[in-house]
């Protein structure tokens, strides 16, 4: 319930985040926000946009506000009108730190994606925001909080035992769907039909190995 929903978490992870928050508090106050209204969707997306492009995908141009395609698959997935978007902002006083595309279906939370400031890393803005997250999900009569991707020691803190997740690739019948797919998958099948393909890479990974 809502009074002991984190009996279950490790003392030192609780410590750690109770530590951090005093330490942030320091600084403003916090403040979080979880918006569904579709009018103030579009404002809390390019909240999130914005702070997910400070981080090192904004140096690598790897931010999805820097690939109009993926943009243009958020935008739609948040404000397509499907009503099961939301996102969340965690404030310190004005200044957004942390933000989560989130999806709720069939009472089940989906956590699709996460962004926050990197100058303020050292506070753990990310499970700062993931606390609230929690609680509210709680709140609200939700049953379970599925972090979705590939496993990760941040995610292990919350449940440590992982859900299986699916994971599924499309790519567009275009040129460039089939270049992206023959890139990522391409040679690798076409190495498996070549005689001898699967014991030269395992002779070079042993090899290196030994050195």
Known sequence: NASD?????????KSNLRNRERRIEKLG???????TEIDMLQKELDVFYQLECASWKGNEKSAIIQK?????FY????????????????YLDDQPIAAQ????????????KVSYNPEFGKYSPGQLIMRRTVQYAIETGI???????????????????????????????????????????GIREAAKRIPGARRIVSAVRNSRRAS
């Open 75 to 90: 935008d739609n997935l948040v404000l397509g009108g499907a009503g099961n978007a939301l996102i969340a902002v965690l």
């Open 143 to 185: 049953s379970e909080v599925d972090f979705l991707g590939e496993e990760a020691a941040w995610k292990s803190d919350w449940n440590s035992i992982p859900d299986q997740n699916l994971a599924m690739r499309q790519f567009s019948p275009d040129i460039r769907g089939t270049y992206g797919y023959f890139a990522r998958y």
């Open 29 to 35: 106050r916090l403040r979080f926000e979880v918006v």
């Open 101 to 112: 595309l989130l999806r709720v279906v069939g009472g089940r939370m989906f956590l699709v």
């Open 5 to 13: 929903w984190d009996a279950d978490l490790k003392s030192k992870f």
């Open 68 to 72: 109009p395609l993926v943009k243009s």
